[in-house]
Protein backbone atom coordinates (compact mmCIF):
# COMPACT_ATOMS: atom_id res chain seq x y z
CA UNK A 1 0.00 0.00 0.00
CA UNK A 2 1.07 3.48 -0.41
CA UNK A 3 2.87 5.00 2.35
CA UNK A 4 0.89 8.61 2.31
CA UNK A 5 -2.94 5.93 2.54
CA UNK A 6 -1.33 4.02 4.88
CA UNK A 7 -0.24 7.18 7.34
CA UNK A 8 -3.76 8.56 6.40
CA UNK A 9 -5.77 5.29 7.62
CA UNK A 10 -3.57 4.49 10.72
CA UNK A 11 -4.31 7.98 11.87
CA UNK A 12 -8.32 7.32 11.23
CA UNK A 13 -8.12 4.20 13.26
CA UNK A 14 -6.59 6.34 16.22
CA UNK A 15 -10.05 8.65 15.69
CA UNK A 16 -12.32 5.66 15.78
CA UNK A 17 -11.29 4.73 18.54
CA UNK A 18 -10.93 8.09 20.12
CA UNK A 19 -14.49 8.55 18.82
CA UNK A 20 -15.65 5.19 21.00
CA UNK A 21 -14.20 6.97 24.03
CA UNK A 22 -15.92 9.55 23.34
CA UNK A 23 -19.57 8.39 23.38
CA UNK A 24 -18.44 6.12 26.26
CA UNK A 25 -17.56 9.37 28.29
CA UNK A 26 -21.10 10.55 27.22
CA UNK A 27 -22.74 7.53 28.46
CA UNK A 28 -21.20 8.02 31.36
CA UNK A 29 -22.54 11.70 31.91
CA UNK A 30 -25.90 10.40 31.19
CA UNK A 31 -25.72 7.85 33.40
CA UNK A 32 -24.69 10.22 35.56
CA UNK A 33 -27.91 12.69 34.85
CA UNK A 34 -30.56 9.49 35.19
CA UNK A 35 -30.79 9.42 31.95
CA UNK A 36 -30.61 5.57 30.85
CA UNK A 37 -32.05 6.10 27.57
CA UNK A 38 -29.59 8.99 26.12
CA UNK A 39 -26.75 6.45 27.95
CA UNK A 40 -28.14 3.85 26.16
CA UNK A 41 -27.88 5.85 22.95
CA UNK A 42 -24.27 6.52 23.36
CA UNK A 43 -23.32 2.99 24.15
CA UNK A 44 -24.78 1.98 21.02
CA UNK A 45 -22.25 4.94 19.10
CA UNK A 46 -19.22 3.63 22.05
CA UNK A 47 -19.86 0.18 19.97
CA UNK A 48 -20.60 1.24 16.45
CA UNK A 49 -16.96 3.19 16.53
CA UNK A 50 -15.21 0.71 18.14
CA UNK A 51 -16.70 -1.91 15.10
CA UNK A 52 -15.12 0.93 12.55
CA UNK A 53 -11.91 1.08 13.92
CA UNK A 54 -12.37 -2.65 13.86
CA UNK A 55 -13.11 -2.63 10.56
CA UNK A 56 -9.86 -0.42 9.01
CA UNK A 57 -7.85 -2.70 10.82
CA UNK A 58 -8.88 -5.70 9.43
CA UNK A 59 -8.79 -3.75 6.06
CA UNK A 60 -4.77 -2.62 6.38
CA UNK A 61 -4.00 -6.10 7.97
CA UNK A 62 -5.49 -7.75 4.60
CA UNK A 63 -3.20 -5.40 2.49
CA UNK A 64 -0.20 -6.69 4.88
CA UNK A 65 0.28 -3.40 7.15
CA UNK A 66 1.62 -3.78 10.72
CA UNK A 67 -0.44 -1.22 12.70
CA UNK A 68 0.83 1.04 15.46
CA UNK A 69 -1.38 2.04 17.99
CA UNK A 70 -0.95 5.41 19.26
CA UNK A 71 -2.24 7.16 22.79
CA UNK A 72 -6.09 7.92 23.14
CA UNK A 73 -6.42 11.60 23.67
CA UNK A 74 -8.78 11.95 26.81
CA UNK A 75 -12.52 12.88 26.11
CA UNK A 76 -14.32 15.47 27.36
CA UNK A 77 -16.45 14.81 29.98
CA UNK A 78 -19.11 17.15 31.43
CA UNK A 79 -21.49 19.25 29.42
CA UNK A 80 -23.42 21.97 30.27
CA UNK A 81 -26.66 20.62 28.99
CA UNK A 82 -28.42 17.85 27.24
CA UNK A 83 -28.55 19.63 23.65
CA UNK A 84 -24.50 20.89 24.02
CA UNK A 85 -23.83 17.30 24.21
CA UNK A 86 -25.84 16.59 21.03
CA UNK A 87 -23.93 19.35 19.49
CA UNK A 88 -20.85 17.98 20.10
CA UNK A 89 -21.83 14.91 18.75
CA UNK A 90 -23.23 16.56 15.54
CA UNK A 91 -19.69 18.93 15.28
CA UNK A 92 -17.87 15.35 16.36
CA UNK A 93 -19.03 13.23 13.27
CA UNK A 94 -18.57 16.16 10.73
CA UNK A 95 -14.75 16.22 11.98
CA UNK A 96 -14.59 12.29 10.91
CA UNK A 97 -16.85 13.09 7.92
CA UNK A 98 -14.34 15.58 6.59
CA UNK A 99 -11.37 12.71 8.18
CA UNK A 100 -12.84 10.28 6.00
CA UNK A 101 -13.31 12.34 2.81
CA UNK A 102 -9.52 13.59 2.97
CA UNK A 103 -8.28 9.98 2.98
CA UNK A 104 -10.57 9.09 0.11
CA UNK A 105 -8.63 12.20 -1.77
CA UNK A 106 -5.31 10.95 -0.95
CA UNK A 107 -6.29 7.61 -2.11
CA UNK A 108 -7.94 8.91 -5.46
CA UNK A 109 -4.46 10.72 -5.86
CA UNK A 110 -2.32 7.60 -5.16
CA UNK A 111 -4.60 5.88 -7.19
CA UNK A 112 -5.45 3.34 -4.71
CA UNK A 113 -8.93 1.56 -6.01
CA UNK A 114 -9.24 -1.14 -3.49
CA UNK A 115 -9.07 2.08 -0.44
CA UNK A 116 -11.44 4.07 -2.51
CA UNK A 117 -13.59 0.90 -2.77
CA UNK A 118 -13.45 0.42 0.73
CA UNK A 119 -13.71 3.60 1.95
CA UNK A 120 -16.93 4.20 0.00
CA UNK A 121 -18.51 2.27 3.16
CA UNK A 122 -17.29 4.79 5.58
CA UNK A 123 -18.41 7.47 3.76
CA UNK A 124 -22.25 6.59 3.36
CA UNK A 125 -22.49 5.71 7.16
CA UNK A 126 -21.01 9.72 7.72
CA UNK A 127 -23.88 10.76 5.76
CA UNK A 128 -26.35 8.27 8.55
CA UNK A 129 -24.11 9.59 11.34
CA UNK A 130 -24.65 13.18 10.52
CA UNK A 131 -28.56 12.72 10.29
CA UNK A 132 -28.92 11.01 13.22
CA UNK A 133 -27.07 13.69 15.11
CA UNK A 134 -28.87 16.33 13.27
CA UNK A 135 -32.16 15.11 14.13
CA UNK A 136 -31.87 14.25 17.51
CA UNK A 137 -30.82 18.27 17.68
CA UNK A 138 -33.99 19.28 16.11
CA UNK A 139 -36.13 17.61 18.61
CA UNK A 140 -34.07 18.67 21.55
CA UNK A 141 -35.18 22.20 19.64
CA UNK A 142 -38.79 21.27 19.67
CA UNK A 143 -38.65 19.65 22.98
CA UNK A 144 -37.42 23.11 24.52
CA UNK A 145 -37.50 23.02 28.37
CA UNK A 146 -40.21 20.20 28.52
CA UNK A 147 -39.21 17.75 30.87
CA UNK A 148 -41.77 15.51 29.30
CA UNK A 149 -41.16 15.42 26.45
CA UNK A 150 -37.01 14.91 27.36
CA UNK A 151 -38.50 11.94 29.45
CA UNK A 152 -40.29 10.80 26.15
CA UNK A 153 -37.22 10.98 24.27
CA UNK A 154 -34.77 9.54 26.51
CA UNK A 155 -37.41 6.38 26.46
CA UNK A 156 -37.29 6.31 22.56
CA UNK A 157 -33.49 6.29 23.20
CA UNK A 158 -33.19 3.70 25.22
CA UNK A 159 -34.39 1.55 22.53
CA UNK A 160 -31.69 1.75 20.10
CA UNK A 161 -29.38 -1.41 19.56
CA UNK A 162 -26.37 -2.02 17.86
CA UNK A 163 -25.58 -4.86 15.70
CA UNK A 164 -22.63 -5.74 13.99
CA UNK A 165 -22.94 -5.61 9.87
CA UNK A 166 -22.36 -9.09 8.64
CA UNK A 167 -19.35 -9.84 6.77
CA UNK A 168 -19.65 -8.07 3.11
Known amino acids: MNKKVVEALTLQVNKEFYSAYLYLAMNQYFEDQDMPGMANWMYQQFQEEQFHAKKMLKYLNSRGVKVVLEAIEKPQIEWPTTMSVFENVLEHE ?10 QGIAVDEK ?35 GYGLLMLDKELALRTFTEPAAE
Open 94 to 103: ESITASINNI
Open 112 to 146: DFATMNFLQWFIDEQIEEEENASNLIKQLQLIGDN
